[in-house]
């Protein structure tokens, strides 16, 4: 035992990212009861509105002005990946699709080419608090990729699996399956072009609870894979004995089974693993490219054709004043989904 270890990080906002994985913030925004306009009752006085990170009272604005969230913005050249557990998010971009999706909902958009999108966290609740928490993860693409048609996918909560495992103390470990398959579980397609739509990367994105106590093998990966624990929340978590608290990111060896421990008030994880595309990243603010031209070129790109049409009749639109999860597609088709309780 032991040794599993490769690397630990503490984290900050903003996790420290392993190829082919780019970004990922955890949000976890604890906002007040809705105005009218689906803002926060109170106001926002003391904040640096348009650009608030601030998580003053327990929630930021972001680019937000009246509704938190973040208004229209291009991306070129990756894939956003958002994981909600709490809340409700609308989404609207320039291809025509939309949507507002809950909590256990996972939100997969290729940018390729191109896209704008509004990713706004509307207050629909007028009575009591409004309470957001999602994962935004940023996958590369590869060079061969990166200017493929853009693509919007939802993987609905009700679709993606989750495999509970029971330890010989009757204490259990849950794992929500995003990408990659465990233990004969299979989660819905990501969309075409993603790194993760080749089984030979070896993506996968697992959220992990495991009860107080309660022992886990994690079973090894692929070869050339690089394996990420994320241990995010809860009391500590052991890696083949040895104890990692939590707010703490890991690299642990992916060819070996490790056993996962937690501790005694229990512990969630974010797995993130796939096989390094080992390319040139060329990095500027929405835009991955594998060369600094090729950045240049998607400004002069976005500056000439903003990626598309912005049918939408703001920068910072929602979707109503209801509950009802939905996606209506660039095609037009549209999907509905029930309100779940923790929406």
Sequence with gaps: MGNAIIEHVPLGSQWPMVDPFLFCAHHNDRYPAGTTQLGPVGGTSGRNIGSDFSGKDGWSMYHGTVIPGFPMHPHRGFETITFVRKGLIDHSDSLGAAARFGRGDV????????????????????????????????????????????????????????VTFTDEAGRTTTVTVIAGPLNGATPPPPPPASWASNPASDVAIWHLVLEPSAQWTLPAAAAGSVRTLYVFDGSSLGIDGDRVDSGTGVMVDPTRPVELTAGEG??????????????????????????????????????????????????????????????????????????????
Excluded: C
């Design 107 to 162: 939100q997969w958009v290729t940018a390729g080419a191109g896209i704008s999108h509004a990713e706004m966290f509307p207050l629909l609740d007028h009575e009591g608090p409004n309470h957001a928490e999602f994962f935004q993860i940023w996958l590369n693409l590869p060079a061969a990729s990166k200017m493929v048609d853009p693509h919007f996918t939802m993987l609905w909560s009700e679709d993606i699996p989750t």
């Design 266 to 343: 229990g512990v969630e994880v974010l797995l993130l693993q796939g096989r390094p595309i080992a390319e040139p990243v060329a990095r500027y603010g929405p835009f991955v490219m594998n060369t600094r031209a090729e950045i240049e070129q998607a400004f002069r790109d976005y500056e000439r054709t903003r990626f598309g049409s912005w049918q939408w009749d703001s920068l910072d639109p929602i979707h109503g004043t209801d509950k009802q999860r939905f996606a209506r597609h660039a095609d037009g088709t549209t999907e509905t989904r029930p309100v779940t309780s923790a929406s």
